[in-house]
């Protein structure tokens, strides 16, 4: 989008604190907020048509990079999902204001999760209408990498405190530390039942490498006092970025 105005908010005290790059448009209620996956920003494609829609439409729209992504400040060595999860909340109190519809993609699906469940037990202005997640990563750093690591790369996060994990998005590929798959643990969902209080819409690609459908189904049925549709993309993949992906998502957003 041309018209790209950043802010910063600041979040944590020092030494943990860290400037938050926000893009907020003004707009109707319900507003959306846009929560991304782990190592993207929110330039992406799903978040540039998202906001897109949301100016066409006259909604407000939130969206944020997490600390060390984007345009925002700190190391993404540092980043604990408790972390983003902070700052996720800091920016929805500050920038949200009425019924929000929550679009996470990915990790930001596991966020999403997380930041209703704390919205239950912390005021904030603003409230959720729904979410719209994008094959969602819950508990990716328990479920989806620490159990499935052989042991030498198990080993290898365990004495050197980090592994470069290959990834076809990035030629440098990601580091997975040991703070991050252990302080990961203190957010697990799928040990028990989660509860919204809101309308949730799951778009997950059968042909997804990174989060496997099955894993959507397994959140589907924790989702069990919700009301939940799982929509499979035959042919899609992690990122669901293709134009009919886009519509889909649109689609699912204009429901909430």
Known sequence: MS????????????????????????????????????????????????AAWAKKAGRACVRFDYSGHGESKGLFTDGTIGRWL???????????????VLVGSSMGGWLALLLAR???HRPAPAHLAGMVLIAPAVDFTEALMWKNF?????????????????????????PITKRLIEEGRSHLLLGGMIETGCP???LQGALDPDVPWTHAVELVSRLAQDDVV???VKDGDHRLSRPEDIERLIYAVQEL
């Open 3 to 50: 018209d790209r105005v950043i802010e910063f908010l600041d979040v944590g005290t020092p030494p943990d604190g860290r400037a938050i790059a926000v893009q907020a448009s003004s707009g109707g209620a319900p507003g959306v907020v846009w929560l991304g996956g782990f190592k993207s920003d929110m330039m992406g494609t799903k978040a540039e048509a998202l």
């Open 86 to 100: 902070e700052e996720s909340f800091a920016v929805f109190e500050r920038f949200c204001r009425g019924p929000q």
């Open 118 to 120: 704390e919205l239950k």
């Open 150 to 174: 052989p042991p030498a790369v198990k080993h290898e996060v365990e004495a050197k405190g980090v592994w470069i994990r290959p990834s076809q998005y990035d030629p440098e590929g990601y």
């Open 200 to 202: 949730v819409r799951i």
């Open 230 to 232: 799982l929509t499979l």
